[in-house]
C-alpha cells in the first residue's frame, strides 16, 4: 500500500528577495540530500523524475529513487523547498486516491500563483540553502496519529446505506473520530429526511447501542458478522444524522452540519464547532490545529483545489510541523502533509480549508469561553474581556494577537490596548485537574473598524466522483 508525506518547513527571514526558477538539477541536489538524511539509505540512484506543470508553468518535480521512496520539490524558490516524501514507497502518477490528488493539486495550484503573483522569496531562500548545504534541524514536539482506524466507503462500511452507495467521506471521518472515542454508548432521539434519489431515511439513534468492541481497526483481512454490522451502524447513522445525499458514484453531505450532528445525536460536548482558515493566519491555524491535537483531540478537516474537495480527520503532527491525514480510503496515503501557505509571506492564496475543532465526549474537563466588552476598538484603544469559561478551570493563558500586553495569565485579564489597525485574533487555553480546553476567535477584534453584521457564505460543489459529491467548506 503506498503512503505518501507531505512536509511544511517553518523558515525565518534570509537576504533572499527575488524568486527564481528551480533548475532540475538544483532540486535534484536538494531532493537527493533530504532522501540521505530521512532514508539512510546509500543508494540515491534516481530512476524517474516527474515534472508537475500547471498551464504550462513548472511547478514541482517528483524524483524516484531505485531503492524505493520518492521525494516532491517546489519548482520555484519563493515556495518551500520540499513539499512530501516517502522513503519507502514509490510514486506512482496514475494511482493517487482522488483526495490525495486534489491536495496536491492545491500545491499546483498555489506555486503557480506564486510565481505568477512573483512573491518574495525572502522567507524560503534560506530553507533551501539549509538543504542544499545538508543543515537538518533537530525538535521532539509531535503527536503520534491518534487514530488507528483504517477505515473506508465501500463494503463492509455502507452495507447499511442505500443499495450500492459510498458512506460518503464526511460521514466516515465523523466515525473515525468517534471510534476513536468509543463513544457514545447510546445516541439521542430520531431524525429522518427525504433523500432525492432514496426516499425517507431513519436513524433511531436512541434505541442504538453502539458496539464499539466489535469495530475492527481494518477489515481488509476478513471480519465476522457482527463486525461489520457494527461498523455499518455507525456510519450509517453519522450520514443520517448529515442528510446525506447517497449515490453510487459518491455520497455528499455538508461539512458545516457536523458540530450540530455530534452534538445533537451522539452527546458530544457543545464546544464542538468548525473554523475557516480563510480567517486565520497560517501560524495562528498551525497553533490552533497543534492545541487540538496536544489535548488528544482528532480533528475533522475538509479541503478542496476549488474544483473536487474531500473530508477526513487530521490527527497528529510531527517535529516538523507535518501533519498527519487520515484519508479514509483503507489507510492508502495516510501520512503528514503540509498546511497553510508555500510562500510564508503570502496570504491571498485561497486555500479553501476548513476543520472542526473540539470534538470530544462531555467530561468535567474545562469549556474555554470569553467574550469582549468592545470589538471594534479606536486606534490606540483599550478592550477588556471576560472569562466565561465553565467546569472550575484552575489556569488561564490568553493570547492577544496585535494587543499590549499580548499575553496574560490571570483569569480576568488588564485591559488590552490595540495600536494598530486591522483584525485580530484573540484566544483562552484553560485547564483544570480533568484536561483543557482552548476557545480562538479569529479575527475578533477589528481595531479602527466600524461594527457591522455579517454571515459567512460558504461555497459548495457537485463533484460526480468517488467519495465527494457534495458538501460545503
Sequence with gaps: ??????????????????????????????????????????????SDVITYQKEGINTFYVFIYESGGFVIVSADDAAIPVLGYSTTDTF?????????????????????FI??????????????????????????????????????????????????????????????????????????????????????????FGATTYDWANMLDSYLSGS????????????????????????????????WDVPAALINYFNYSPTAEIKFLADFTSPNWITMLKGELDAGRPVYYSGTDGSAGHAFVCDGYNASNQFHFNWGWSGWSNNYYAIGSLNPSGNNFNLDNSAIVRITPPSSAPIADFVADNVTPLIGGSVNFTNNSTNNPTTYSWVFDGGTPSTSTLQTPPAITYNTGGYYQVSLTVTNGNGTDTKVRSSYINVGGTPSAWIKQNSGFVIASRGIDKYLL
Design 224 to 255: 465476522t458478522a457482527t463486525q461489520k454490522t457494527a461498523v455499518a451502524t455507525l456510519m450509517f447513522h453519522c450520514g443520517v444524522s448529515v442528510n446525506m445525499t447517497y449515490g453510487t458514484s459518491g455520497s455528499g453531505a455538508y461539512s
Design 115 to 204: 510565481i505568477e503573483q512573483k512573491l518574495s522569496n525572502s522567507e524560503t531562500s534560506k530553507e533551501w540553502s539549509k538543504l542544499q548545504n545538508n543543515m537538518f534541524e533537530k525538535s521532539t514536539q509531535a503527536v503520534t496519529p491518534l487514530c488507528s482506524t483504517l477505515w473506508d466507503q465501500s463494503s463492509p462500511y455502507n452495507q447499511l446505506c442505500p443499495t450500492n452507495t459510498y458512506t460518503g467521506c464526511v460521514a466516515t471521518a465523523m466515525a473515525q473520530i468517534m471510534k476513536k472515542w468509543d463513544y457514545p454508548t447510546t445516541g439521542v432521539g430520531t431524525h429522518s429526511y427525504t433523500d432525492p434519489t432514496y426516499g425517507t431515511l431513519t436513524a433511531n
Design 1 to 46: 500500500m503506498k503512503k505518501l508525506s507531505v512536509l511544511v518547513l517553518l523558515v525565518a527571514f534570509s537576504s533572499g528577495l527575488f524568486a527564481s526558477p528551480v533548475s532540475l538539477e538544483y532540486a535534484k541536489s536538494v531532493a537527493n540530500n533530504f532522501y540521505t538524511h530521512y532514508s539512510a539509505k546509500s543508494n540515491i540512484a534516481v
Design 92 to 112: 506512482d502518477k496514475n494511482n493517487i486516491p482522488v483526495n490525495a490528488k486534489s491536495w496536491l493539486e492545491s500545491y499546483n495550484d498555489q506555486i503557480k
